[in-house]
Antibody, heavy 123, light 109 residues
């Protein structure tokens, strides 16, 4: 089972930027689409971004489109989320997760999840 | 956008009892329904996919049913480790934006 470990969270002012990272334990990382999912304090789950197994296709929730950018480096088994123009409502725990589907057939639901990294947007 | 509604928001159950959680979709999602379990301070865990298929390592006391717009997650005999928040998610539409329900918290009665 693939282990995922996020890092890079912290406290940032509104309008600031932050880059999150997600390290995968398995060489099979490159076979799976990856996602970022956010959880605001005491709230539910919100999907944010997707990248195809090879990084060739990306998709974003409207709430982050134009501000966040997902990328991956399969040679390093790493997933990233670059966040710009951060807002108060971006506060939350950010999880990376691999898609349950394999390679060209992402299914849009999430198999293994990381524990998450906390982002706090505060002035 | 398909809206997922879970009920109840909180379910109080005694250990050993049966718990029944509901998830309703605003339009048909066929059998493309997923359940997750989340314990405090932990990441969500995939429980069930395709409405009724248990994920790897999930005990048989968890069962899922339904299709179309009405789905149920049943825990036949609650164990102490089952007290958690449960989320449903529809996977019928792409991208997965707005696909989660708001969650049902299963607490000790």
């Amino acid at each position: 089972q693939m282990q995922l470990v996020e890092s890079g969270g912290g406290v940032v002012q509104p309008g600031g930027s932050l880059r999150l990272s997600c390290a995968a334990s398995e060489p099979t990382f490159g076979n799976y689409a990856m996602h970022w999912v956010r959880q605001a304090p005491d709230k539910g789950l919100e999907w944010l971004a997707f990248t195809r197994f090879d990084g060739s296709i990306k998709d974003y929730a409207d709430s982050v489109k134009g501000r966040f950018s997902i990328s991956r480096d399969n040679s390093k088994r790493m997933l990233y989320l670059q966040m710009h123009s951060l807002r108060f409502e971006d506060t939350g725990v950010y999880h990376c997760a691999n898609d349950f589907g394999f390679k060209e057939r992402p299914l849009g639901y999430f198999d293994n999840w990381g524990q998450g990294t906390l982002v706090i947007v505060s002035s | 956008e398909v809206v997922m509604t879970q009920s109840p928001a909180t379910l109080s159950v005694s250990p050993g009892e049966r718990a029944t959680l509901s998830c309703r979709a605003s339009q048909s999602v066929r059998s493309n329904l997923v359940w997750y379990q989340q314990k405090p301070g932990q990441a969500p865990r995939l429980l069930m996919y395709s409405a009724s298929t248990r994920a790897t390592g999930i005990p048989a006391r968890f069962s899922g049913s339904g299709s179309g717009t009405e789905f149920t997650l049943t825990i036949s005999s609650l164990q102490s480790e089952d007290f958690a928040v449960y989320y449903c998610q529809q996977s019928d539409n792409w991208p997965p934006e707005g696909t989660f329900g708001q969650g049902t918290k299963v607490e000790i009665k």
